[in-house]
């Protein structure tokens, strides 16, 4: 279903068609996370995917164009490079641990720290906001920090100063 | 928008549960799912949905720009301030053991206001984008000749 | 297990991250990109959880009567890289409506074209 979604996506020209099939990829997308056991990461995924950038599409879309132009010419080159980036990643995939294979590195690492002295060293039983706000404290303050500058960002492209400055557009 | 009474009676209904509920999700982080990104979203997702059904201006005065503006910056400046009185108290940068005789405890302090420097950043972050588009969505809509309705 | 069946998710990974590559590449209109954008994006957020995964595992909420758990870490960096996605979409959907004002288009090709001509 997500796949069908995604070709739909490609191939549709009405922006406004596009982003109400983004909007719906991204449920899609929480409902898979739920099934892989990230209840977190599905939660967000619901309200920023689904809410937040559809609407803010949506008011994207309103101070633009919602018709895409007809593309000139075929879309061959990007197709061809497009299929042989993935070729190259089904090569690369093959060399991957199978799935919920218990013995893969990423099992065997650092996670059993985390799942096992995480809640006696933290006092919290949900590892996520643990290792989120305590165990990789520093890299959640770099995340903070990112979303701040993009907010800092948007605030000083979209402010309203455009009375003194040249005016057509 | 603002004249469809069923939009506006459902929104009444439902707004209050979806900000109680975005801060279950920030508080109760520690033991379900949660955490200050996730209430943050939420929180902004509940105050955009008021502003799409009441319009701008009125979301504007409940909930004015001067003081998202210092919610982004707040929330920052409340994380690092976590991280300096760890420094402060004789730890690392972020140190959350330090924070009290109990180092669980400390480890929960740290914790907490972390995550709410999180969710006050994320949340103002988000809802001062929305702004900003709409914003210029109301500037320019004179010069628009097609309006889309916005949802 | 057939090579097939447990490379099953890297296969929708990939054919989710090729799709958004193909929209960024073939399509001229900032917008449309940016759609692509977020789904290569979000393939990406596949690629990280999809290995976490155990299965018979659960949540990683540590609670009496559950042993096995997924990984945890996938899905802390997730977390933060959805929300600082967006937060960067917006600023590109900021750029774009810049380029809007400017141009009077969001279309790759004419934005060229207005450039070579003035």
Known sequence: MMVVAVVALARSRNLFAVVVLAGAYSFLMATVLVALDAVDVAMTEAAV??????????????????????????????FALAVSTGALLVYGS????????????????????YLNDGPQETGVPNVVTAVLASYRGFDTFGETTV??????????????????????? | ?????????????????????????????????????????????????????????????????SLLDGMIAGGVLLYGGVGVAGMLLGGNFLDYFVLDADTVIGQHRGIFWVEAGVGITVSSVMLRIFYLFADRANLTESERDHPEGER | ????????????????????????????????????????????????????????????????????????????????????????????????????EAYGTIEEDEILERDAAS
């Open chain 1, 49 to 78: 995917g689904a809410g937040i950038s559809t609407v803010l599409f949506l008011g994207a879309l309103y101070l633009c164009r919602s018709e895409e132009a007809k593309p000139a010419h075929r879309p061959l080159i990007p």
């Open chain 1, 94 to 113: 093959l060399g991957l641990p199978d799935f919920s294979d218990p013995q893969a590195p990423i099992h065997t690492h650092v996670a059993p720290r």
């Open chain 1, 147 to 169: 979303v701040f500058t993009a907010g800092v960002g948007v605030i000083v492209l979209l402010r309203r100063r455009r009375k003194d400055k040249n005016k057509e557009s």
């Open chain 2, 1 to 65: 928008m603002n004249r469809q009474l069923v939009l506006r009676v459902i929104a009444k209904l439902m707004i209050p549960f979806i900000l109680i509920f975005a801060l279950y999700v920030q508080f109760h982080g520690d033991f379900g799912p949660g955490g200050g990104f996730q209430a943050g979203v939420a929180l902004a997702a509940g105050v955009i949905f008021y502003a799409l059904i009441f319009g701008l201006a009125r979301t504007r005065r409940a909930v004015p720009d």
């Open chain 3, 1 to 100: 297990m057939s090579a097939l069946a447990s490379h099953f998710s890297y296969a929708v990974t990939i054919f989710l991250l090729v799709a958004g590559l193909f929209i960024i590449i073939a399509r001229g209109n900032l917008i449309k990109k940016m759609v692509g954008l977020s789904i290569f994006q979000t393939s990406v957020f596949l690629l990280y959880i999809v290995p976490g995964k155990l299965v018979g595992g659960t949540a990683p909420i540590v609670a009496p009567g559950f042993q096995v758990y997924s990984n945890p870490l996938p899905h802390v960096l997730i977390l933060t890289a959805i929300v600082v996605g967006v937060a960067t979409l917006a600023l590109g959907l900021a750029l774009a409506v810049r380029v809007h």
